[in-house]
């Protein structure tokens, strides 16, 4: 029974060690392409590490490209959906939870309803609604986009966390003369933290990594994302691979920080919002 024991618990973490080899082999190869000078892209063909490294192309990349301003751009527009949403997600999220008002169902299945159709369908409209006031080609007007289509799925995602958490001990506050929103803010929120670390972290890698809207709305380099801005490293008759690969390694920075920081809140957050009680 016992070697019965040992090999399934090997298999078991064999199979995770090669799903995360899988998962992590496209970084590797992000950040090995990234230091391999462009005489030897295509002269040695495929090696796991090339023979000379060089950090050309990141130098190209910060100091005679565009991609700091589209890094800027970035970090604005995912940083400000992120709070936006997080924000408003906290407060709808506690409503549903907490709250019976009439056409709370109706309104759930509304927010459900806008999950459902394809992004692609409703680039045209969209552009439409935001070209006559001026919110084309504007950071502002990603940070709308992004805030309407990520809000749904987020005030859900909170609603989890604060279903997980027991009304008695808002009751116990409302009997020590709290309000409702001093028992939001004083009990309820400082519980929620993973939760809300978890939301943070959903929306801005979405925020993050969007391309659509942000090719179809974004019609200049001054107000474009790092994911547009890596279509400018593609021209008509070449890919410059080195410099494409050396912008994705330096955009996935932010993104690991970001996530280091609120590690300790995610992991509670992603495990306690899917239990109830």
């Not at 986009?145 to 409302?174: C, H, R």
């Not at 380099?221 to 890919?239: D, E, H, M, R």
Request: charged share 10%; net charge positive; aromatic share 16%.
């Amino acid at each position: 029974m016992n070697n019965y024991s040992t090999f399934g618990t090997a298999l078991h973490r064999l199979a995770i060690l090669c799903y995360v080899l899988f998962a992590l082999f496209p970084l590797f190869w992000l950040l090995k392409v990234s230091v391999t000078p462009n005489d030897l892209l295509y002269s040695e063909g495929v090696r796991m590490w090339p023979s000379r490294m060089s950090f050309e192309h990141f130098r190209f990349v910060l100091a005679h490209s565009a991609f700091p301003v589209f890094f800027r751009n970035s970090m604005i527009v995912a940083g400000a959906t992120a709070v936006i949403v997080t924000l408003l997600a906290s407060l709808s999220g506690y409503a549903l939870s907490r709250f019976t008002f009439r056409g709370k169902y109706w309104l759930v299945a509304l927010m459900l309803l806008t999950q459902m159709f394809p992004l692609v369908m409703l680039v045209a409209p969209i552009f439409k609604m935001l070209s006559p006031l001026g919110l084309t080609n504007s950071l502002t007007g990603l940070v709308v986009v992004y805030t309407a289509f990520n809000i749904p799925f987020a005030t859900f995602l909170m609603q989890s966390f604060f279903d997980g958490i027991p009304k008695e001990l808002e009751e116990a506050a409302k009997i020590d003369g709290a309000t409702q929103f001093m028992a939001f803010r004083q009990i309820v929120l400082p519980l929620t933290l993973p939760g809300i670390a978890a939301t943070l972290g959903f929306v801005f890698t979405a925020a993050w990594s969007e391309l659509l809207f942000a090719l179809m709305l974004i019609s200049g380099n001054s107000a474009a994302t790092f994911p547009v801005g890596l279509l400018t490293f593609v021209s008509k008759f070449s890919v410059d691979f080195g410099q494409m690969m050396a912008a994705g390694v330096l955009a996935l920075i932010p993104a690991c920080l970001f996530f280091l920081f609120i590690q300790r809140y995610l992991v509670q957050g992603l495990t306690a919002g899917a239990v109830k009680g």
